[in-house]
């Protein structure tokens, strides 16, 4: 794959999993991420991927790691936006407000600064792709994450309105919806929700198993691969669309 690619919060988790699936197919590589050490530990890791700190809901900051990417590689032909947070966790109305602003900032206004500052990239690279990061939760509702729940729906809309308005550009516009994926952020999820609902963690771990058909999590590498094939050939015809990667989620804990 000859490709140029940046994935936003690519320093670990899915976006990590993305970035080393991309620069393994040949694709040269640049992430952006917040967490000094994992961008410390990748650069360690993986030299040949470019690890730049940017946040995504600082325009100034995303807008010059985009243009700073663009120019190293001479252009742009894959952007993945991948930065999303969980957000607060608790019956709506005991939220604070500045959290729910925060996660709605990350999650969507994130991903629409990084879809603003990309486009006049991808209009002049090869095969353009935008993909986003979206979730389950952007398809079912989820009962204690409110904030999360709206700011994924709302990509899911995003998702479908750009493929429409760049379409005759060439640029094509998808997001991944992965389920409970395997690692640190969905433990860190888990522990939030058992808090907020005062039950055991295990007794959550084994309710959102129990509502995916296949009965197992993902992994970041399974996304990752959905996120080769959307960047492949096979998929030049696709756009707009949403691919679920979750083993099949029937319902959404709690």
């Known amino acids: 794959m000859i490709a140029r690619v940046l994935v936003t919060a690519g320093a670990s988790g899915i976006g990590l ?3 080393r699936a991309f620069a393994a197919e040949g694709a040269r590589v640049a992430v952006t991420d917040i967490d000094e050490a994992a961008l410390a530990t990748l650069r360690g890791s993986d030299p040949a991927i470019l690890a730049h700190r ?80 979206s979730s389950s939760a952007g398809l079912f509702g989820y009962p204690g994450r409110g904030p999360y729940n709206a700011a994924k729906w709302a990509l899911t ?40 609902h005062g039950r055991p963690v295990e007794e959550m ?22 996120a080769l094939f959307l960047a492949s050939p096979g998929a030049r015809r696709i756009s707009g669309q949403v691919i679920s990667v979750d083993g099949h989620t029937e319902t959404l804990a709690p």
């Open 17 to 19: 999993a993305h970035a």
């Open 54 to 133: 940017a946040d995504v809901t600082d325009e100034g900051a995303i807008t010059a790691a985009i243009d700073r990417t663009a120019r190293a590689f001479g252009g742009l032909d894959i952007v993945c936006a991948n930065a999303g947070t969980g957000g607060p966790a608790g019956a709506l109305e005991t939220l604070d407000a500045a959290e729910w602003r925060a996660c709605i900032d990350v999650n969507l206004t994130g991903a629409f600064l990084t879809a603003k500052h990309a486009i006049p990239h991808l209009r002049e690279g090869t095969d353009p792709l935008l993909l986003f990061t």
């Open 157 to 196: 809309g995003l998702t479908k309105t750009l493929a429409m308005e760049l379409g005759p550009d060439g640029i094509r516009v998808n997001a991944i919806a992965p389920g409970a994926v395997e690692g640190e952020r969905m433990e860190r999820v888990l522990a939030d929700e058992a808090a907020a």
């Open 205 to 226: 771990r084994a309710q959102y198993v129990k509502g995916v058909s296949m009965r197992s999590w993902v992994t970041a590498e399974e996304i990752a691969a959905t």
